[in-house]
């Protein structure tokens, strides 16, 4: 694939159902990071604030990744011991359905994290 313009043209560049499932990533985040901008970064959707990368999520062959890092991966690890993970990153298998809630919660963990909290953006 070569590098998406935007958001818009990465999601359109996949089957109809995994359009459906990225569509909901990146309501999610949108929704639990509502001053988040929207980009591209590694030829993948990201969400920046501040300047700062804040999650990336991506289409692959039989999942969804989901990138918000491996403090965030930590902290949810229990809630994530159905789902393959590394150090900073899970794969939504197309399978099963989207754990919307529990992407909201770790966005909402990666916004109260350095140096994305109103402490840092202060200091």
């Not at 901008?37 to 990744?65: D, Q």
């Not at 899970?90 to 916004?111: A, E, H, T, Y």
Request: zero cysteines; aromatic letters at 12%; hydrophobic letters at 40%.
């Amino acid at each position: 694939m070569s590098t998406p313009a935007d958001l818009d043209d990465y999601i359109g560049g996949f089957p109809e159902e995994v359009q459906t499932l990225l569509r909901k990533m990146r309501l999610t985040i949108r929704k639990a990071a509502p001053n988040a901008e929207e980009t591209i970064s590694y030829n993948v959707p990201a969400f920046t604030l501040r300047g700062k990368k804040l999650v990336w999520f991506a289409a692959f062959k039989s999942h969804v990744g989901f990138y918000p890092g491996a403090a965030a991966i930590a902290e949810f690890k229990k809630e994530l011991s159905r789902y393959k993970t590394a150090k900073g990153s899970v794969q939504f298998p197309f399978n099963d359905p989207l754990p919307l809630d529990l992407v909201s919660r770790i966005v909402k963990f990666r916004l109260n994290a350095q140096p994305f909290s109103e402490r840092s953006a202060r200091a």
